[in-house]
T-cell receptor, first 115, second 117 residues
Framework: NAGVTQTPKFQVLKTGQSMTLQCAQDMNHEYMSWYRQDPGMGLRLIHYSVGAGITDQGEVPNGYNVSRSTTEDFPLRLLSAAPSQTSVYFC??????????????FGAGTRLSVL | AQSVTQLDSQVPVFEEAPVELRCNYSSSVSVYLFWYVQYPNQGLQLLLKYLSGSTLVKSINGFEAEFNKSQTSFHLRKPSVHISDTAEYFCAVSEWSRGSTLGRLYFGRGTQLTVWP
C-alpha cells in the first residue's frame, strides 16, 4: 500500500517556466489537498478537491491551478513559476468528502526552487 | 476565522528531560484537534488526535495531549524525551458545525523540538 505518492522529489525551475507536481493516492480517498510549507509559516492550503471534477481554492491559490479527473490523481500546475513559489509542497488525502474527524495522510513532499 | 498558535518556534531539551509543546486555537464552533510530527526530509504523520470523550489522549510512543476547552488549548507533553523525538511538531485544528464546513485543517506554524544527548 503506497499511500500518497508525490513526484518529483526535487525540482529546480527558472522564472517563467511551467511544471506540474504530481500526486497520486491508492486509498480511494475523496478529499485531496495541496499545501505549501515555508519556514516559520507552517502549512498553508493551496487548493483542495472533494472528488473527481470538484476543486476549490484554499488560502494561497494564486499562481497555481489544479484539476481532478480521477479519484486517484490530483496534479498541481505552476503556469509561470516565480521565486516566491520556492517552497516544499505537500499533497494530502483523507477519506470522506466532509469528514473533519478523519486523518489526513501526507506525501513525502516536493522541494521546489525557482531561480 | 480559525487560527492556531504554537507559542514556541524552537524547544531545545536534553535527553530524558520532560517537554511541553504549547498550542492554542481560536474558534467559535466545535473542533477536532490533532498533533502531526514531521521527521527530517519526510512528510507529516499523525501523532495523536482529540475527537471527543476523554480530554487526555495518548500516542503509542509516550506523548500525550490534553484538550482544555476553557483555555482553548491542546498542549503536547512527554515526561522523558529521546533523541529520536527530534522533529518538527504541528498542531492542527478542524472545525465542524451542522450543515457546514468541509472540515478544513488549519495548521500552526510548527515547533522544532531538538533533543540533545
Amino acid at each position: 500500500n503506497a499511500g500518497v505518492t508525490q513526484t518529483p522529489k526535487f525540482q529546480v525551475l527558472k522564472t517563467g517556466q511551467s511544471m506540474t507536481l504530481q500526486c497520486a493516492q491508492d486509498m480511494n480517498h475523496e478529499y485531496m489537498s495541496w499545501y505549501r510549507q515555508d519556514p516559520g509559516m507552517g502549512l498553508r492550503l493551496i487548493h483542495y478537491s472533494v472528488g473527481a471534477g470538484i476543486t476549490d481554492q484554499g488560502e494561497v491559490p494564486n499562481g497555481y491551478n489544479v484539476s481532478r479527473s480521477t479519484t486517484e490523481d490530483f496534479p498541481l500546475r505552476l503556469l509561470s513559476a516565480a521565486p516566491s513559489q520556492t517552497s516544499v509542497y505537500f499533497c494530502a488525502s483523507r477519506r470522506g468528502r466532509a469528514s473533519p474527524k478523519n486523518i489526513q495522510y501526507f506525501g513525502a513532499g516536493t522541494r521546489l526552487s525557482v531561480l | 476565522a480559525q487560527s492556531v498558535t504554537q507559542l514556541d518556534s524552537q524547544v531545545p531539551v536534553f535527553e530524558e528531560a520532560p517537554v511541553e509543546l504549547r498550542c492554542n486555537y481560536s474558534s467559535s464552533v466545535s473542533v477536532y484537534l490533532f498533533w502531526y510530527v514531521q521527521y527530517p526530509n519526510q512528510g507529516l504523520q499523525l501523532l495523536l488526535k482529540y475527537l471527543s470523550g476523554s480530554t487526555l489522549v495518548k500516542s503509542i510512543n509516550g506523548f500525550e495531549a490534553e484538550f482544555n476547552k476553557s483555555q482553548t488549548s491542546f498542549h503536547l507533553r512527554k515526561p522523558s524525551v529521546h533523541i529520536s523525538d527530534t522533529a518538527e511538531y504541528f498542531c492542527a485544528v478542524s472545525e465542524w458545525s451542522r450543515g457546514s464546513t468541509l472540515g478544513r485543517l488549519y495548521f500552526g506554524r510548527g515547533t522544532q523540538l531538538t533533543v540533545w544527548p
